[in-house]
């Protein structure tokens, strides 16, 4: 069962490494934050990846909070080298969480990649989405929770 909007945002306890902070990243209260679950072995992860970053981007400014969650799909998706070869191809500047154990992953109650969760500043999910289609929804839901025009 999906995890059901008004949920408050679980914890991220259990990443195995982190890129791009020091330790877990202390996200802030009263602020949006964007959850994304991807994988180096998923081939729309990567369609949807500088969109994704244009998104990091464009909002991060106006107080979006994104953190990037990597969750393996198979065995040699856990080789670490493979995660950074694509944080370097795709620019991710965000907090960039190893899940390799699935804890996060399972709190999450998720089950895809690519996979989007928007909390809003009351740290509620307000919208949850997998794969390219849903990924069409996630900047006017960013925008909403931000407070954003249109």
């Given at each position: 069962?999906?995890m059901r909007?008004?949920?408050?945002m679980?914890?991220?306890?259990?990443?195995?490494e982190w890129?791009n902070?020091?330790?877990?990243?202390?996200?802030?209260?009263?602020k949006?934050?964007?959850?994304?679950?991807?994988?180096?072995?998923?081939h729309?992860?990567?369609?949807?990846?500088?969109?994704?970053m244009?998104i990091?981007n464009?909002?991060?400014?106006?107080?979006?909070?994104v953190?990037?969650?990597?969750m393996p799909r198979?065995?040699?998706?856990?080789?670490?080298?493979k995660?950074?070869?694509d944080?370097q191809?795709?620019h991710?500047t965000?907090?960039?969480g190893?899940?390799?154990?699935?804890?996060?992953?399972?709190?999450?109650e998720?089950?895809?990649v690519?996979?989007?969760f928007v909390?809003?500043?009351d740290?509620?999910l307000?919208?949850?989405?997998?794969?390219?289609?849903?990924?069409?929804?996630?900047?006017?839901?960013?925008?909403?929770?931000l407070g954003?025009?249109?």
């Amino acid at each position: 069962m999906p995890m059901r909007l008004g949920t408050e945002m679980p914890s991220l306890e259990g990443v195995t490494e982190w890129f791009n902070t020091e330790g877990a990243p202390k996200l802030e209260k009263d602020k949006v934050t964007l959850i994304h679950f991807w994988a180096v072995s998923c081939h729309i992860c990567h369609e949807t990846m500088n969109d994704v970053m244009a998104i990091v981007n464009k909002y991060e400014p106006e107080g979006l909070q994104v953190v990037a969650l990597h969750m393996p799909r198979y065995e040699e998706d856990v080789d670490v080298d493979k995660v950074k070869v694509d944080m370097q191809e795709y620019h991710m500047t965000q907090p960039i969480g190893l899940d390799h154990e699935h804890k996060v992953t399972n709190r999450f109650e998720n089950e895809y990649v690519p996979a989007f969760f928007v909390f809003g500043k009351d740290g509620t999910l307000k919208f949850r989405a997998a794969g390219d289609k849903g990924f069409l929804k996630v900047e006017p839901k960013v925008r909403e929770a931000l407070g954003l025009e249109g």
